[in-house]
């Protein structure tokens, strides 16, 4: 098990105070909207743990939701899995093997067939250090368009980069189906142009160029978002960069673009990005678009105000565009409590009333690209918010991500999408009880039966320990787990109604969040159970300030104190990944006596230590 902070991809410090979680639960009912956690991501889902990103999701006929994983599953080269939110049960239905494809991106597609399409950006049978284009790998395969069945069948359809399809690389949006029964997707064309190319692919697997972006980026530049097939039976999409502005042909910070069936392709608008008045526009559209009576709905990454951290290149914008080109900034982020900042990849979601929903997903991101939330510095939610747009323009704030210790998830990077029981699911990029993500819910229909932990109590301690678990939906519990080493323990517990469960903490356990399984589902706590430190040793047994001293242990995970002598030590490290070993450093003006390590679950005291005069190593 790794140390809390490792857990959640590395010096994660959780923003904001509290998850905004509207009403208190009583027996059999519950207040919306009101967050919920379907599945939490798990070890196995990702072997070696590393970067990831997870699709917006898909529900299709069947009623159960399908993604893609860009990494991780048996290869680490990412997976198709099947998440079914009635009970929380995750299959993976494929994991990717490179000749197959390598690091599925974009949004599944339920096509006529009942089959699910989609493009892996990389893997396949073609290799060129032309495919890279943008990208920031190379030697990674060109990339492939599959199909899959629900049931798990699969079959590779094109691997990207032939003649036959004018040598187009690295598709990173899924597919649409046009009118016309053909498919529909964005890649690089590096080889010669290196330029943006929208590809066609026939119900037969045949795939050729739709249209080529003009060379000088003047109509923008790559893609991150998928096309819309849109009611009026034309494609609408996005580049991510570039555009025409005025003085400037490739000056602009991404483009809206319409295109027929046959490849005309119109800018519609270009994104010209933040301005220190309040005023600016977008920069880096990065989000599908959404249609409602005609005209277009999205988000931009940057853009809009320059305030706060999000510095110069603004905090992104939602729009509103119609099909002559119209744009209406329906909202600038500005990275207040109230507010959000970076809808990164999240586009929005559209109510049966007509309101808006989205997510910002946060985008700060330190060494090693491990993305932080920021704790009392400024005003700032980036470990991600849900929000709404009502039919009359107005914002409002409904959940903020980050609060307790982000059990229920951390940024969520995908866009939402209603299902048929009247909710709205989505997926974290990391966070959790295993810090690798999770699915949730947002449930607005309040005769949706679900299970639901909303508090637990104590915080912590060690084995042994009797915990009250409180929530909803609890009669009938068939199981309850907590982490460990190598994968989820089950407890031992007793159903005192349908609101309270009273858990053992069995030996073992490690510091994560507990699963409750029962007749109306699985779901997780919203913040971790933490283990009590333990120390089993320590070296040296003396040692001047300044200098430093391991302790072997147990539970070093999301420490909030260590003392040494009563004086506070505020730097230390871990030795591995583990949370069995930390090296702390003397500080000034401490003295001999015990060392205390302290975390939400309790406290660990050392053997005796003497400081010695002197000091130590700087």
């Known amino acids: 098990m790794q140390p809390r902070a490792t857990r959640l991809l590395g010096r994660l410090i959780c923003a904001a105070a509290g998850l905004a979680v509207f009403g208190s ?34 529900q299709a ?28 049960l995750l299959v993976h239905l494929h994991d990717f093997g490179f000749s197959d494809g390598a690091t599925p991106r974009g949004k599944l597609l339920q096509a006529g067939d009942g089959d699910l399409y989609g493009t892996t950006e990389a893997g396949g049978a073609n290799q060129s250090d032309y495919c890279y284009e943008g990208k920031g790998y190379t030697e990674s395969g060109c990339g492939t368009l599959f199909k899959i069945s629900v049931d798990g069948s699969f079959t590779k359809l094109h691997d990207f980069y032939t003649a036959e399809d004018g040598y187009q690389a690295s598709p990173s949006t899924g597919v649409v189906q046009g009118r016309d029964g053909n498919f529909y997707g964005m890649a690089v064309q590096p080889f010669p142009s290196g330029t943006t190319s929208l590809f066609k692919m026939t119900p037969a697997g045949a795939v050729s160029v739709l249209h080529e972006f003009a060379t000088d980026f003047s109509e923008g530049y790559l893609a991150y978002a998928g096309l819309l097939a849109a009611r009026d039976g034309l494609l609408y999409g996005t580049t991510s960069s570039n555009g025409a502005i005025p003085g400037n042909p490739s000056g602009g910070c991404g483009t809206v673009f319409q295109a027929t069936l046959d490849g005309q392709l119109t800018v519609l608008h270009t994104f010209s990005g933040a301005t220190a008045s309040g005023s600016g526009d977008g920069c880096l559209p990065w989000s599908t678009l959404i249609e409602r009576r005609g005209d277009f709905y999205g988000t931009t990454t940057d853009g809009g105000n320059e305030s706060n951290k999000c510095a110069a290149v603004g905090c992104g914008i939602v729009y509103k565009i119609d099909a002559s080109g119209t744009e209406t900034v329906l909202h600038r982020f500005r990275a207040s409590p109230a507010d959000g900042e970076y809808p990164q990849g999240d586009g929005l979601a559209l109510a049966d009333d007509g309101t808006l929903y989205g997510t910002t997903g946060g985008n700060a991101y330190g060494e090693d690209i491990t993305p932080l939330c920021y704790l009392n510095e400024g005003p700032t939610s980036s470990c991600g918010t849900i929000y709404q747009i009502d039919g009359s323009g107005k914002f409002a704030q409904l959940e903020i991500f980050g609060g307790g210790n982000g059990s229920y998830g951390l940024f969520p990077h995908a866009t939402l999408i209603l299902a048929s029981d009247g909710n709205f699911y989505g997926n974290t990029f990391t966070g959790g009880g295993w810090g690798l993500g999770t699915v949730f819910r947002l449930v607005l229909n309040p005769n949706t039966p679900i299970v639901s932990v909303d508090s637990f109590s104590p915080p912590g301690g060690p084995p042994g320990t009797s915990v009250e678990l409180t929530g909803t939906g609890f009669t009938g519990a068939t199981s309850v787990t907590i982490g460990s080493n190598t994968g989820l323990l ?7 109604s349908d609101s309270e469960i009273s858990v053992l903490i069995p030996q073992g356990a490690q510091s994560s969040a507990f699963g409750v399984t029962a007749p109306q589902g699985t779901t997780y706590s919203p913040v971790d159970f ?14 001047a300030v300044g200098s430093g001293i391991t302790l072997q242990g147990l539970h070093f995970d999301d420490l909030t104190s260590i003392t040494v002598g009563g004086v506070a030590a505020n730097s230390y490290t871990y030795v591995t990944n583990l949370d069995t070993a930390i090296n702390v450093i003397i500080p000034p003006g401490a ?28």
């Open 25 to 58: 639960a009583m027996p059999q009912s519950y207040s919306v909207p009101k967050l919920n956690t379907v599945y939490d991501f798990v070890p196995a889902d990702y072997p070696h743990i590393g970067n990831f990103e997870l699709s917006t999701l898909v």
């Open 61 to 88: 006929a069947d009623g159960n939701l399908y993604g893609v994983s860009a990494y991780g599953g048996v290869n680490d080269l990412g997976y198709v899995y099947r998440v079914s939110p009635s009970s929380g």
């Open 490 to 496: 089950a407890a031992s517990f007793s159903v005192i």
């Open 530 to 543: 933490y283990l009590r430190p333990v120390i089993t040793g320590m070296t040296p047994r003396s040692a």
């Open 591 to 618: 003295k001999s006596g015990r060392i205390v390590v302290s975390n939400p679950g309790g406290s660990a005291v050392s053997p005796y230590f003497t400081v010695l005069p002197g000091k130590g190593l700087e």
